[in-house]
Nanobody, 117 residues
């Protein structure tokens, strides 16, 4: 069983930075597919970034501004968010699929990020 706990959200002005953390309990392999998603009010949940075996993937809307990385020793994944925009406002969720994209997803409870203009 895997449990994920996000932290690091908050209120920031446009142009500012935040770092989100996702602490995982249970065995997470370096090859597991981990990712960050977000959901803004009235919108569907969307993929922000993923990481697996050191390879990363980003949605075009965050490329060059966000960085996803993991600390395997701490079983923690991070999302460094720079140059934040009001349209980045959303609840951010971390996600893990232990055995790749075909395996069941585990979700955290979410953390609110609000970017003021």
């Amino acid at each position: 069983q895997v449990q994920l706990v996000e932290s690091g959200g908050g209120l920031v002005q446009a142009g500012g930075s935040l770092r989100l953390s996702c602490a995982a309990s249970g065995t997470i392999l370096s090859s597991s597919l981990m990712g960050w998603y977000r959901q803004a009010p009235g919108k569907q949940r969307e993929l922000v970034a993923t990481i697996s075996s050191g390879s990363t993937n980003y949605d075009d809307s965050v490329k060059g501004r966000f960085t996803i990385f993991r600390d395997n020793a701490k079983n923690t994944m991070y999302l460094q968010m720079n140059s934040l925009k009001p349209e980045d406002t959303a609840v951010y969720y971390c996600n893990v699929r232990l055995y790749g994209s075909v395996s069941r997803p585990y979700w955290g409870q979410g953390t609110q990020v609000t970017v003021s203009s």
